[in-house]
């Protein structure tokens, strides 16, 4: 076949093809009518009539829930103490009661309580939203004064009351202003009922929105199902006074207490309200097409006809819209398909392959895959987004492969830090000794996991013990190195040299001069106490100095004697005035002593307690901890004062961050 002959066939597809696309397309344009007038009846009584009866029901369902609430508190009425306190606070919470599913608010405007000589007794003193009423005006007065209320009230003496739609004068006396806004809240309906074993008549004057309400909920599921214009509206008993309605603004436009036949001139709605038909075609206001479906509300004492309008261009409009989008959908496919099948079939088909091979080489995991890119049409755009794509990917990779590296990096650092945690936690004294005259604690917190600072209890013996706070420069893993260190040559020499602690500091600064670098030193606190003689030898290499209370009830030591109790609370601060370990090859160690009595407290501490900042950037200092240990001075033990310490720290920097290591020993003498 010559290429002429292949151009011409082409042609006769093309030709073929769109006569019968138009084909049908006039078709179905000409069935559109005779779809119209099947649909419209079918579109009427499936959404229309049925809405209108599920409408109706909807709105007898509500009148028996209300009529239930009042026999129900007439019934609950009768069993509550005949006090006025406990009659209008159940009065008030009825009235509030919500409706669930329709209002969040109450439905009555008044709830009155009758006696048999029409006097009313009891009103709710609180209204459907809360709002506070005046009841002067009500309580107290004959029934008789409310025309309406009053019928209501007589018609209960032989069962149950009701009161058709009106105005009530009962509720207006007993607001403190005018309402404004809906105009449906202005309207009532009343219910009345004896209440059980009693001569009273319970009154309950329904405010009339809860009903409009009910009509109001039609119109969004009318409008999602393509009926934006509908409304819901009802007739009374007469099937001409309009008693709800959409268009109830007393500002613009407002249907309420408005007549079919008079005001609006639609007798033939009247009368099809009137005699049940499920549906009726109208024109109104005239030229627009209406349609609306009737429903009666089945209790016959209101004899009410629910109605839904909806305009007659809404039936219709789905089909009329169907077809022609139908159509429309129908030539742009032809057009699109012919062209890209008739003029771009061989370029598209040539881009597409290489696109797919290049995206099966990117789905293996080559990454940075790109393509030739030969025009700037869209297959050309597709082209150069599946380049942009790729070198995205390649990027997004090289970045998911760092960070996970870096994720494992901090895992095994975190991991590590944990273990090394640990580890020094089990270095810390793992017993408290026990001694006759001492009893001490203590306790390490760190900053980061694991800490510079430690504290030690040392056996030196029977009646003797090392007491020891150490802070080495530093933080973290390098500080609680040297900490560990340090810990391992005091327990070294504490046990040979005994009570000669400033020979200990010597020989463990010479150990650590040694052994590190010219920055690295630590501030020790060291010191032995004779069970015995309650004696404290001790040296200070630079640490923070110890506080020593004597509190006003114990003697205190003067020159080797002992003095009678101050008048006042005493405090010493022990320091011997050493350098700090490791920052000088030979260590002047000035060893010191010191008598303890019973009652004493000795709180040995490291620098990241008394520097714990607050919000306002203040430190808690030596004078906090003072006042401290002062206000517990009658803890039970060393671990309550401890504990108490730390609270206050605790409290001091509460919403900050622990900046440096804690550490605390407290020794009480007994």
Not at 110 to 116: G, K, Q
Request: proline share 5%; aromatic share 8%; charged share 25%.
């Amino acid at each position: 076949m010559s290429n002429s002959t292949q151009k011409l066939g082409g042609k006769l597809r093309l030709a073929f093809v769109s006569i019968a696309v138009f084909s049908i397309l006039a078709m179905a344009l000409s069935a559109l009518p005779i779809l119209q007038s099947a649909f419209r009846d079918d579109r009427i009584k499936l959404f229309v009539e049925k809405s209108t009866r599920e409408l109706a029901e909807t709105v007898s369902s509500r009148l028996d829930q209300y009529q239930r609430r009042v026999d129900d508190l007439a019934k609950t009425l009768s069993r509550t103490p005949d006090t006025q306190t406990d009659i209008v606070r159940l009065l008030n919470e009825a009235a509030r009661e919500p409706v669930p599913g329709l209002l969040s608010w109450g439905i009555f405007d008044v709830l009155a309580v009758v006696r048999s000589d029409g006097t009313v007794e009891w009103t709710n003193s609180a209204g459907p939203r809360g709002e506070s009423l005046d009841v002067s005006r009500v309580r107290g007065h004959k029934i008789g004064e409310f025309p309406e209320e009053a019928e209501v009230v007589n018609a209960a003496l032989g069962g149950l009351g009701k009161g058709d739609w009106y105005r009530s004068s009962m509720a207006q006396a007993t607001r403190r202003e005018e309402l404004t806004g809906d105009i449906s809240r202005q309207y009532n309906i009343a219910f009345a009922q004896e209440i059980p074993g009693t001569s009273r008549i319970l009154l309950g004057v329904v405010n009339w929105e809860s009903i409009q309400k009910i009509l109001d909920e039609i119109e969004p599921p009318m409008a999602n199902v393509g009926f934006p214009s509908t409304y819901a509206f009802m007739f009374a008993r007469d099937a001409d006074l309009v008693i709800a309605h959409h268009y109830r603004d007393p500002t613009n436009r407002n249907n309420y207490g408005t007549r079919l036949i008079e005001t609006h001139q639609l007798p033939d709605v009247a009368a099809a309200a009137r005699e049940g038909r499920p549906s009726l075609r109208y024109e109104y206001p005239p030229g627009t097409k209406k349609v609306s479906g009737f429903g009666r509300v089945s209790d016959p004492s209101f004899g009410w006809t629910v109605g839904v309008g909806i305009n007659d261009a809404d039936v219709v409009a789905p089909i009329w819209a169907l077809g022609w989008r139908l159509a429309i959908i129908g030539v742009a496919i032809v057009i699109l398909s012919l062209g890209v099948a008739y003029y771009l079939s061989h370029r598209i088909t040539l881009d597409l392959r290489e696109l797919t091979a290049s995206a099966s080489r990117l789905a293996e995991g080559r990454f940075g895959e790109k393509v030739v890119v030969r025009s700037r049409d869209e297959v050309g755009q597709l082209a150069g987004a599946f380049n942009a794509m790729s070198v995205a990917l390649a990027e997004r990779d090289s970045m998911i492969l760092k960070q996970q590296s870096e994720l494992l990096e901090r895992a095994r650092l975190a991991q590590e830090l944990s273990i090394a945690g640990e580890v020094q936690k089990r270095l810390l004294p793992q017993f408290t000794p026990k001694l006759t005259t001492l009893d001490c604690a203590g306790v390490c917190k760190p900053a980061y996991g694991v800490s510079g600072d430690y504290y030690d209890f040392l056996p030196l013996g029977p009646g003797r013990i090392g007491l020891l706070v150490a802070d080495v420069a530093g933080k973290g893993i390098s500080a609680a190195l040297l900490a560990a260190s340090l810990q391992a040559c005091i327990r070294t020499h504490a046990p040979v040299l005994r009570e000669h602690c400033g020979q200990v500091m010597a020989n463990v600064n010479t150990l650590i001069y040694e052994a590190t670098d010219r920055d690295r030193f630590a501030t020790v606190f060291y010191a032995v106490y004779d069970d015995s003689s309650r004696i404290l030898h001790y040296v200070n290499a630079g640490h923070t100095p110890p506080l020593l209370f004597r509190p006003s009830s114990s003697a205190r030591a003067v020159g080797g004697t002992v003095e009678p109790a101050p008048r006042e609370d005493y405090w010493e601060h022990l320091n011997s005035g050493s350098p700090p370990v490791g920052v000088f090859e030979a260590l002047p160690a000035k060893e010191q002593h010191v008598q303890l009595l019973p009652g004493d407290w000795l709180v040995i501490y490291s620098d990241g307690l008394s520097e714990a900042m607050n919000d306002r950037e203040e430190e808690f200092g030596a004078d906090r901890v003072m006042r401290t240990v002062v206000e517990y001075g009658a803890a039970p033990n060393a671990e309550a004062m401890c504990q108490h310490i730390l609270h206050a720290v605790q409290e001091h920097s509460r919403g900050r961050a622990q900046s440096d290591d804690i550490t605390l020993t407290v020794a009480h003498i007994r």
